[in-house]
């Protein structure tokens, strides 16, 4: 158990619809990184929060978005979700921005019908 | 080309041997590397964790960085069937600005020991 959470495990749902996934950073972590898996394109980094602050952005699509809240829990919007957007997303944390170790969280497995 | 090449495997070996898992690179910035082990619809866990280059080695595992010819290895020792899993390498460069704390992942390697 790596110490990070996140919720839910399984989501399926229509396109065109809109989903949040939710992730809880390890105790003290700072930093929360969120990435995408797909078959094709494997691990992908979208975007990285570091104490509420956006500090780095990949290839995230404009009907995606992030934030990371007070309490340094994180949440990805997906919206006007197409077929294409299937995948495992995945939730990450470490302790400082950079060079520093990620640990990741279960998953969430997002099916779009 | 992809910034980490990773050969995909799959790999079997007979339990008890030795395996090698590589990937290259092609970006000089990277400085931290790292060895994630991903078993089947699970969540990617921290195997190894070095800066810059070297040789770290922790119980089974051996991880080796050539920055030079910017190739990174880790070994097992003694393989073991639950050593079956997705072996995926991962690097970050310092460098700030747009890029900061982000990973970027070899496609991963599938790795199967049998008894």
């Known amino acids: 158990d790596s110490g990070v959470t996140q919720t839910p495990k399984h989501l399926i749902t229509a396109t065109g619809q809109r989903v949040t996934l939710r992730c809880s950073p390890r105790?003290?972590?700072?930093?929360v990184y969120w990435y995408q898996q797909s078959l094709d394109q494997g691990l992908q980094f979208l975007i990285q929060y570091y104490n509420g602050e956006e500090r780095a952005k990949g290839n995230i699509l404009e009907r995606f978005s992030a934030q990371q809240f007070p309490d340094l829990h994180s949440e990805l919007n997906l919206s006007s979700l197409e077929l294409g957007d299937s995948a495992l997303y995945f939730c990450?944390?470490?302790?400082?921005?950079?060079?520093?170790?990620?640990?990741f969280g279960p998953g969430t497995r997002l099916l779009v019908l | 080309q992809k910034e980490v090449e990773q050969d995909p495997g799959p790999l079997s070996v007979p339990e008890g041997a030795i395996v090698s898992l590589n990937c290259t690179y092609s970006n000089s910035a990277f400085q931290y590397f790292m060895w994630y082990r991903q078993y089947s619809r699970k969540g990617p866990e921290l195997l190894m964790y070095?800066?810059?280059?070297g040789n770290k080695e922790d119980g089974r595992f051996t991880a080796q960085v050539d920055k030079s010819s910017k190739y990174i290895s880790l070994f097992i020792r003694d393989s073991q069937p639950s050593d079956s899993a997705t072996y995926l390498c991962a690097m970050a460069d310092n460098a700030g600005g747009t890029s900061y704390g982000k990973l970027t992942f070899g496609q991963g390697t599938i790795l199967t020991v049998h008894p």
């Open positions: 105790s003290g972590d700072l930093s």
């Open positions: 070095t800066y810059s280059s």
């Open positions: 990450a944390s470490s302790a400082s921005p950079t060079g520093s170790a990620q640990y």
